[in-house]
Every structure is written in structure tokens, then in C-alpha cells.
């Protein structure tokens, strides 16, 4: 019927239980452990997706929980590592196959952390071979990165060394919020145009320096000059000193004639060719400068050439500025053309400051005129070339000319250029200069004079013929970065805790563990708070006893609720406790928010201490599930209890499975799980009574007080559950738990 879940609706998903933790007023999630005992058959079953598997077992079997806050938890999306020699998809609105694509990648940088990328061009499917980088680019950036391998790069966001320590996984990598990225994206935006047929004949293709500008006292019209590289073949002399480095500039001399160089007046110097030093002889008669792009002992090759460069073939000597290097030129041959002589050649197509002041500047050209040896372009529009005080740019500027790329659609501010391939005319690549913004879809079209006119079957020119076909990716919703969940389709949370030995002494470090999950909103038991200030409906002063039995107390700041089972001078205790109950001290400035109120007596006071089963309070940060038998005495014609071995008492039918035997405490303690029925106590001074016993070791014994466990058995959800291997717990140990939850 051709329905459709989108991918989006999976990361809503999958956002809607991040915020259920994150937000406040809103779910309590704990990561438990469970299952000390070996699964039946000794090896690692797949949990049975059924009430008793997924709710009643695992809350038997349940040993301790830790509350999962707002830094637990993060997005997940593949673990994609960029690998050099990978083709990456590029980015394309149009692609329903994406998210099962390679088209985003992350890096680790050279201070430890990582950086993930989304790809936006491949140059035409090639391999990537060059990593980006963080450094490269900023948040900010308008265009973004092009490796020098030509695929272009979006930075997405950044993870520290840290986050991705806690979440990462072989198969998974976390999400982090990027304020910069995410503000900086604009919706709409234009941010790339792939060629999908490069056309021939583009041949009005330019480049070169700024010669004049506000020609006639007009800003639009600018004098240009062609930008010639050449490459030279040198031979050194027996005086040369040091090598020519790249970018430095190098001057040149007079040449040689009949052995001896010729001096500023062209005449024959008193310096032969056989003896010349050219760090002793002054450069008197340069004639024209350069600079070196490459270089080793044979040639050079240089641009920005300036003054008479060609007018001598041969027995030119040439001088580094900086290395001092000295060489006499052999021979010279220019690479690259002069700009075109051809009037109006150039109209149409799009003049570009690539380099030096005004760089970044665009416009197409209205005009294009040819006088004599000037060489003159009529700017269609020169805002970016000029500010409030004149022309920005000047004889420092490099121009490039190339083919416009002309952007239409339901959106506006989009600019582009055609990057062409000289050697074969065609058009290599799409520039886009401005993105512009409210794009829902585009067209594009490559214009500017292809160089050659085609005199077709109708006898009329024609200069359009075989021209390049493009399409325009428009960006996600938002815009690239705008949001990193759904554009790199995150429908997996990650919920990642640490439990660090004891805990504080709040939970067991000892025995192990086979199964591991997430609880939401369990209720707690037996909550004690420690009560002053208290005052009631009528604004009198009152202790605990104002309250009332089985009303329910709820906290101002937190919203935590529970309901009274006792209370005393100076204590209520509560439970069904949900939330978080927090302390503070009387007098202090926040002692009225965090103050509780009893919802029948209208009875209200501040909380000074909390605590869950008479233990120090953890802050709610974690629970001990286990059923605590205290002042526990072992018959001495028995062995000791065993751990993991089913403990009954038969005076009352209850049951349990030994998880720890506690004897170093004050109080021999033994701790319980699988708990089914009520433990019974031996009274102060009775002989016997509920005495219990080991099925294994056939120990018995008795107890004289028992607490626990700290969640009220069977409340809340178990929401999550996975067997794993058996994991043991020590003193000196930390496990971190990572669960990796897909919606």
C-alpha cells in the first residue's frame, strides 16, 4: 500500500526518550544488574520477550540499580571512521537510500578528539584519499572544506576525547550538540551543484592580476592582465649560492652577449660570463620579476611575472630574493595563455577575486571591451569589489575568469561559477560563492560564451551547443548541521553509567552479574526524612507528628511525592516515593522551594536529611534491591551459608538466594535476591523462631532485623534487558555499562 514509517518519525523516537531523561519534571530512568546465579545450561540465553521475562524475572533476579542522568545519555549513529581509499556518497536531497550510505565520516584529531564530517561532493565518485580536518574549517564556515583530494566536507560537530571514551562503541559513535554549527546553519541554502555532464568548448576561461580599476570614473569597469606562468630551464654558474625555494620571488638581469653581461645601459660590462658573481654584482639592470612555484636544479617554475620576461630566449641570469640562489637561464616557454583579445568574449561569464584584497567578490561580466592592448570587463553589479571609501580591490588581486552558473527556484541569494577543465574544455566542478537561503528546489544552468561558435544545419550561430548539465542539492531541513540527529539518521540512544566499586559503600562490589538493563519510575520504600521548620495549615509551629498517616507529601522543587507510613518529633517516613526528595538547611536561601507539604494536613516543613532504608543518603543516585538480613547468627554445628545457594525459612515459607555474606560488619548481615515471601524475625529474647536454612551448605540460622529492598518490588517498567556473559565485581573496580537502545 506504499506506507512509509520516515526516518525522521525514528529519530523523533528516539529524541522523545532523551528528553524523557533530560528534561526536568519528567521520567526517572536506573541502570540495574541482576543475575548472579549461571542460566540454566551454563551459557547466555537471549531474554524471553514475554511478562515473566521481561518484568517479573528480571526484578527477582535484580541486585542494584544507578540513576541515569542527562550526561548518561547521548545519540548514537554508525561508526563510520574515515579510511583513506573509501568512496564516500555525497549528500543528495533526492537519494530515499542515503541513510543506508556511507556519507558522513569522523576523524580523530591531533589533540585527541574527534570531529565528524558529512560529505557533500566526491569528486564524481573518486576515493577519498585526503582526511579532513576541525582545523581546516570552523563552525562558521560558509563554504566548506575541499580536500585537496576535491571532495568537499561539512563539519557536523566535534566529540571530546571523554564523551567518546564513555558512549563509542565498535559499532556506534556519539552525537554532540554543536551550538555554532547548529546556529550557523541556514535553511534552504544552496551548498552544492553536481556536474553530471561537463559539456565542451569552454574555452573563455581567464586568470591573472588587476591592472586599473574605476576606469572613465566608472567602478564597474576594471583594466585586467593576464596572470603568466612559464617554466624556465637553468644552468647554474660555478658562483652559485644556496637553492630556490618555493614562493620566494626572484629577479632578473640583462643578458649575456658574446661572453660578457650586459649592463643597465645594454652595454657589453667588464664582467665576463666565465667569471660572474652574482652576489658581488649589483642586479643593475633588472628586467622583469617572478615568483617560484617549483623548483629543483634543473627548473623553475614561477608566476606572477612582471616587466619584460620574454624579450631575451637565453643567457638570462636569475637571482633569489631570500635564498640568494643564483642560476642563468637557458630557456623559457610560457604555460599559459594571455586573456583573449577576441572582443565580448568574456561576456556572460563570471569574474571572481580568488586571491588578495577583495577575495571572495563575484559578478557577472556585462561587458567586455578590447582597446588596443588594453584588456577591459563591465561588472554587471560591483558590490563586494568596493566599500564606503573606494575599490577594495587593487594590483595585488588575482581574477579568475570562468562560465556563470545561473541558480533559479523558489528561494533567492544563491551564486555560483563553473570551474573548467583547461586541457579539455569542459566543465570540472560547480564553486558555489553564495548560498543563499529558502530553497525547496532549483535549477541551474551554465552560461558564459563556450569560445567557439558551431554553425548549425539553419546557417545561424550557435555558442550553446553541448553545454554542461548540472543539478542543485538543496539541504536538509534546516539547513547542513542545523540538526545532526536526523540528517545522520541517529534512531539509536546510548545510555552509558559507570559504577564504581561500592558506590560510596551504597552498593555491593562483590559476587557478580549476567544481566543488565533500565528501570523506569520504580517506586522507593521506606524513605526517612529529617524534618525542621515545620509549621501547620494555621502557620503554627509543629513537629512531624502534624502530619498525617497515609497522606501523601510532596517537595516543591522536585515534585517528588510519597506517602506517610509513620512519623516522629523530628522524622516522617515515607513510601511509594517517586522522584527525587532533596535536603537543605534551615535559614537557607532556598529552605521555601525545597520545602514538602503534606497534601491533607496542608502540614508543611524543610527537609535537613534524607535517607532510603535507614541507610546515608545517596541522593536517590542509586538503589540496593537485595533484602538485607541483619544481626544474623549462624549455628555453630553447621557450615557458614553459601553464596548463590537458596536459603528457606520454613516457619514462613520465604525463600531467597544468597548474593553476599557480610561478617565484618557490626552486624553480620546476609544479603538476599529472588526474595519470595515474608522474612520473619527472631523477637528480642525468644529462644528460637523463624530460623532458616541453606539448601546447599545446610547451614541454619536466624536474624534479628532485616531491611530493604530500596525499590518497592515490582513498581515502575523494565523498559530494557540484555544477558550477558558474567561480569565480576571487585573493590578496586569500575564497570561502565553501555546500552545501546534503537527506536
Known amino acids: 500500500m506504499g506506507k512509509l ?49 521481561t518484568f517479573y524475572q528480571p526484578y527477582r533476579d535484580m541486585i542494584y540499580g544507578k540513576h541515569v542522568t542527562s550526561s548518561d545519555v547521548k545519540h548514537m549513529i554508525a561508526n563510520n571512521i574515515w579510511t583513506s581509499g573509501t568512496v564516500y556518497a555525497q549528500y543528495d536531497h533526492r537519494d530515499g537510500d542515503l541513510r543506508n550510505k ?83 546553519a541556514v535553511s534552504g541554502a544552496i551548498d552544492f551543484v553536481t556536474v553530471n555532464e561537463g559539456g565542451v568548448r569552454y574555452n573563455s576561461v581567464a586568470n591573472g592580476v588587476i591592472k586599473a580599476t574605476n576606469i572613465g570614473g566608472d567602478p564597474r569597469t576594471i583594466e585586467i592582465e593576464s596572470l603568466v606562468s612559464a617554466n624556465l630551464t637553468i644552468t647554474s654558474n660555478a658562483t652559485v649560492s644556496g637553492t630556490f625555494s618555493s614562493a620566494e620571488p626572484i629577479e632578473l638581469a640583462g643578458k649575456f652577449a658574446n661572453g660578457d653581461l650586459l649592463d643597465s645601459n645594454n652595454q657589453p660590462s667588464t664582467t665576463s660570463r666565465a667569471g660572474y658573481d652574482a652576489s658581488a654584482q649589483p642586479f643593475t639592470n633588472v628586467v622583469a620579476t617572478a615568483v617560484v612555484v617549483e623548483s629543483n636544479t634543473t627548473h623553475l617554475r614561477t608566476v606572477d611575472i612582471a616587466g619584460n620576461f620574454f624579450i631575451n630566449k637565453s643567457d638570462v641570469v636569475v637571482r633569489g630574493s631570500t635564498s640568494n640562489a643564483t642560476a642563468i ?131 545561424l550561430g550557435d555558442t550553446t551547443a553541448n553545454t554542461a548539465n548540472v543539478t542543485v542539492i538543496i539541504g536538509p531541513k534546516g539547513g547542513h548541521g542545523s540538526d545532526p540527529i536526523n540528517e545522520l539518521y541517529s534512531d539509536t540512544v546510548g545510555v552509558s553509567v559507570d559504577f564504581a566499586n561500592s558506590q560510596g559503600g551504597q552498593i555491593p562490589a562483590t559476587n557478580d552479574f549476567r544481566q543488565i538493563g533500565i528501570l523506569k519510575d520504580p517506586l522507593f520504600s521506606n524513605v526517612v526524612i529529617t ?84 541507610r546515608a543518603s545517596s541522593g536517590f543516585t542509586q538503589f540496593d534491591q537485595r533484602l538485607r538480613l541483619t544481626g544474623l547468627q ?26 553476599t555474606i557480610n561478617t565484618t560488619a557490626s552486624a553480620n548481615v546476609l544479603s538476599l535476591t529472588n526474595v519470595k515471601g515474608n522474612w520473619g524475625i527472631r523477637d528480642t529474647g525468644e529462644a528460637d523462631g523463624n530460623a532458616f536454612e541453606g539448601a546447599t551448605s545446610k547451614a541454619s540460622g536466624h536474624v534479628t532485623g532485616k531491611a530493604g529492598p530500596d525499590i518497592v518490588p515490582n513498581t515502575g517498567e523494565v523498559i530494557y534487558i540484555e544477558n550477558v556473559s558474567a561480569i565480576t565485581r571487585d573493590d578496586d573496580q569500575t564497570e561502565r555499562i553501555k546500552l545501546m537502545i534503537e527506536f
Not at 586573456?339 to 565580448?344: A, D, I, L
Not at 567578490?361 to 588594453?374: F, H, K, P, R
Not at 561559477?417 to 532549483?442: F, Q
Not at 549462624?634 to 548474593?659: K, L, M, P
Open 102 to 184: 556511507q556519507f558522513y565520516a569522523h576523524v580523530e584529531e591531533a589533540n585527541g578528539d574527534f570531529s565528524v564530517f558529512k560529505c557533500l561532493g566526491n569528486n564524481k565518485g573518486a576515493p577519498s584519499t585526503e582526511q579532513p580536518s576541525a582545523a581546516q574549517t570552523s563552525p562558521d564556515d560558509e563554504i566548506y572544506i575541499t580536500t585537496a583530494d576535491k571532495y568537499q566536507w561539512k563539519l557536523m560537530y566535534e566529540v571530546p576525547l571523554a564523551t567518546y571514551k564513555k558512549f563509542s562503541t565498535a559499532k556506534k559513535f556519539p552525537v554532540v550538540d554543536h551550538a555554532n554549527v547548529s546556529g550557523n
Open 5 to 53: 514509517v520516515t526516518s525522521n518519525f525514528n529519530s523523533h523516537n528516539a529524541k522523545q526518550f532523551v528528553e524523557s531523561i533530560t528534561e526536568s519534571s519528567n521520567n526517572i530512568y536506573y541502570v540495574f544488574v541482576g543475575k548472579h546465579t549461571e542460566f540454566e545450561g551454563g551459557t547466555t540465553p537471549t531474554q524471553n520477550n514475554s511478562p515473566e521475562g
Open 329 to 459: 637561464i637557458s630557456d623559457r616557454v610560457s604555460d599559459t595563455s594571455s586573456v583573449s583579445s577576441n572582443q565580448q568574449f568574456y561576456k556572460g561569464s563570471t569574474f571572481y577575486i580568488a586571491s588578495g584584497p577583495g577575495a571572495g567578490a563575484a559578478s557577472q561580466i556585462e561587458d567586455y571591451l578590447v582597446t588596443g592592448s588594453a584588456r577591459r570587463i563591465v561588472l554587471a553589479n560591483s558590490t563586494g569589489f568596493a566599500n564606503s571609501s573606494g575599490m577594495i580591490i587593487d594590483s595585488t588581486s588575482r581574477f579568475e575568469i570562468s562560465p556563470t552558473v545561473t541558480i533559479t527556484g523558489d528561494g533567492s541569494g544563491a551564486e555560483a561559477r563553473a570551474i573548467v577543465n583547461t586541457s579539455i574544455g569542459a566543465v570540472d566542478t560547480i564553486e558555489v560563492t553564495k548560498r543563499g537561503s529558502g530553497y525547496t528546489h532549483a535549477n541551474a544552468k551554465v552560461e558564459g560564451n563556450t569560445g567557439i561558435v558551431i554553425i548549425g544545419s539553419d546557417g
Open 634 to 659: 549462624v549455628s555453630t554445628s553447621e557450615a557458614d551459608f553459601q553464596v548463590d545457594e537458596v536459603v528457606n525459612q520454613s516457619e514462613t515459607g520465604a525463600t531467597g538466594i544468597v548474593h
Open 531 to 614: 524534618i525542621g521548620n515545620t509549621t501547620t495549615s494555621g502557620g503554627a509551629t509543629a513537629t512531624g507528628t502534624a502530619f498525617q498517616d497515609e497522606e501523601v507529601v510532596t517537595q516543591n522543587t522536585s515534585g517528588a511525592f510519597g506517602v506517610v507510613t509513620s512519623r516522629g518529633a523530628g522524622t516522617i517516613n515515607l513510601s511509594n516515593v517517586y522522584g527525587q526528595f532533596t535536603e537543605t538547611t534551615v535559614g537557607a536561601a532556598d529552605e521555601d522551594t525545597h520545602r514538602i507539604s503534606g497534601g491533607t494536613s496542608a502540614t508543611s516543613s524543610t527537609p535537613t536529611g534524607v535517607q532510603t532504608n535507614e
